[in-house]
């Protein structure tokens, strides 16, 4: 097997920046889920609630990230913020500090979504724990649900789509890494394997919602609610919740890249 994709998202809920290569830190890859919007509470908002956030696109320059939508101009956003006015945010049921982005940005992303809201990043300094019931003292997460990778075959994606009337991208499914090869759902059970140079362990595979019915162009869901409800049909286990995927942490740091092979070691 090898790395067919390598992708990041850096405003939570947002569209994906493809990458050919990337370092690996022990929250993830740099810049993914860095920042979150929230509402006037410090609730995180997604595209399970604003599903226009899907369409949002960002660009990585230099020292900033470009944010684009339709009918808005470009947002720009220094990687390393310049002041550091925090706020106490929640992504479900973590509490944490976060680093606001400014007025601009919360006016910008407000009018987008026709709700007050604001910005906030996660900076380098601010740490947010694995749920320990699967990662390990230490394990840190960004603004992502729960992990700092998520894996998936083109096998499975290609399973799902012989299911489908009409087959779906991988997009739908926002994972960090792809893989080829391997038969569908195989990892499922990956425990532990290396990419390249780096190693990760597989800790829990991933929980689906309603997110993977927005189509990630128009930002509208689908009224069929596919392709959950077929893989509600088939990937639904008995205590609860329809899976798809693998979430990864590290257990080591270097660079892997797309073409790179994927070993399972246990």
């Known amino acids: 097997m090898q790395v067919a994709e390598l992708n990041i998202y850096p405003i939570k809920s947002t569209r994906r920046i ?3 290569e990337s370092r690996v830190l022990p929250r993830g890859l740099p810049w993914d889920r860095r920042w979150m919007l929230v509402d006037d509470q410090g609730r995180f908002i997604t595209a399970r609630q604003q599903s226009r956030l899907a369409t ?3 660009a990585l320059r230099d020292d900033v990230l470009e944010v684009s939508a339709a009918g808005l101009g470009v947002l720009r956003l220094p990687l390393v913020p310049a002041e550091r006015c925090m706020t106490r945010v929640s992504v479900w ?17 407000s009018e987008f979504l026709g709700q007050s809201c604001r910005l906030v990043q996660l900076t380098d300094d601010l740490v947010r724990g694995v749920n320990p019931q699967y990662g390990q003292p230490g394990d840190e ?22 299911r489908l009337a009409r087959p779906v991208e991988m997009r739908r499914f ?17 425990r532990r394997l290396r990419v390249g140079e780096v190693e990760f362990a597989g800790v829990k595979n991933c929980s689906r919602c309603i997110f993977t019915t927005i189509d990630p162009d128009s930002g509208e869901k689908d009224a069929a609610g596919e392709p ?8 639904r ?19 892997i890249r797309v073409g790179d092979p994927v070993t399972v070691l246990d």
């Open 141 to 162: 997460v960004s603004f992502a649900d729960g992990y700092p990778l998520l894996l998936i075959s083109e096998a499975s994606l290609a399973d799902l789509n012989g």
């Open 228 to 235: 959950l409800r077929t893989l509600g049909s088939y990937r």
């Open 93 to 109: 049921r973590d509490s944490l500090q976060a680093v606001l982005a400014g007025a601009a940005a919360d006016a910008w992303f």
């Open 174 to 190: 926002r994972p960090n890494l792809v893989v080829d090869g391997e038969l569908p759902y195989a990892e499922d059970g990956w």
């Open 56 to 58: 949002v696109q960002s």
């Open 18 to 20: 493809a990458l050919a």
């Open 237 to 255: 286990r008995p205590q609860g919740g329809v899976y798809f995927g693998q979430n990864l942490i590290p257990r080591s740091g270097g660079v």
